[in-house]
């Protein structure tokens, strides 16, 4: 069983975004919640499928393919973005899952994504995600290398919505969501993926677009 399970509270959640957004002066409405199901149960994406909402996050394109076809037969207009690493033998497969990829990290992966967005005749709209805490181990583009990574996606026509960000788990998150916004503001972009349960407040108040709740929806996740 999945221990640690709880109501879904995405009425709660989105009561929550909402006041972030007046407290930040933004408009209601203005951020887009990620619902993220990456290894829960399909009962519990179900049920939040039940309730009306529509967008959601997987971390990886064969999870997504093993789950999403079927929802979508029964549940219309059901936006999926990728929020994890990709593979570029994942991309064209990628393409036929996703709206939206949030994970565009290296010129290897932007070139594949270029490449076949060419022969489909059509894009998922792309997020590049910069590694803000210059960490060794995690994926993305570090911040001296933002400004010329994403002047090399739009040199290959990708639609680049905005940015991604990871903050360090050890570190206050809102100095990485200032810089994420920095970086997006020199650019020209207004695309800001950043903020998940335990800080989205935070993100939405430094201009996050985009926040990627899972366990506050779902419940705990066992990756046993």
């Known amino acids: 069983m999945f221990e640690g399970y709880k109501p879904v509270s995405l009425e709660q959640i989105t009561a929550r975004v909402q006041k972030a957004e007046a407290d930040a002066g ?5 951020v887009s ?5 990456k290894v829960q149960p399909n009962s519990r994406v179900e049920a939040v499928l039940q309730q009306g909402h529509q967008v959601f996050g997987e971390n990886r394109v064969q999870e997504a393919a093993g789950k999403w076809p079927k929802f979508r037969e029964q549940f219309q207009n059901v936006e999926l ?15 036929g899952l996703f709206q939206s990829i949030h ?3 290296r010129p290897k992966l932007a070139n594949a994504v270029a490449r ?4 489909e005749g059509h894009c998922p709209e792309v997020f590049i995600q910069i590694n803000t805490g210059e960490e060794p181990q995690k994926a993305g583009v570090l911040p001296m290398d933002a ?7 739009r040199g290959l026509d990708l639609p680049v919505r905005g940015l991604m960000c990871i903050p360090p788990a050890d570190e206050e998150p809102s100095l990485h969501f200032a810089l994420l916004a920095k970086i997006a ?3 020209g972009l207004d695309g800001l993926s950043m903020g998940m349960s335990g800080d989205f407040e935070s993100a939405i108040a430094l201009g996050a677009t985009h926040i990627r709740v ?5 419940g705990a996740r066992d990756y046993s």
């Not at 973005?81 to 393409?95: E, M, S």
């Not at 076949?116 to 022969?119: H, K, M, N, V």
Request: glycine fraction near 6%; hydrophobic fraction near 40%.
């Open 185 to 187: 503001t020199r650019n």
């Open 214 to 218: 899972g366990s506050a929806i779902f």
């Open 147 to 153: 400004d010329s990574f994403i002047n090399d996606c």
């Open 33 to 37: 919640v990620i619902a993220v199901s």
């Open 103 to 105: 994970s565009v990290d």
């Open 26 to 30: 933004r408009n209601i409405g203005s």
């Open 81 to 95: 973005h990728l929020i994890g690493p990709l593979q570029t033998n994942k991309v064209r497969q990628a393409f």
């Open 116 to 119: 076949i967005a060419q022969e």
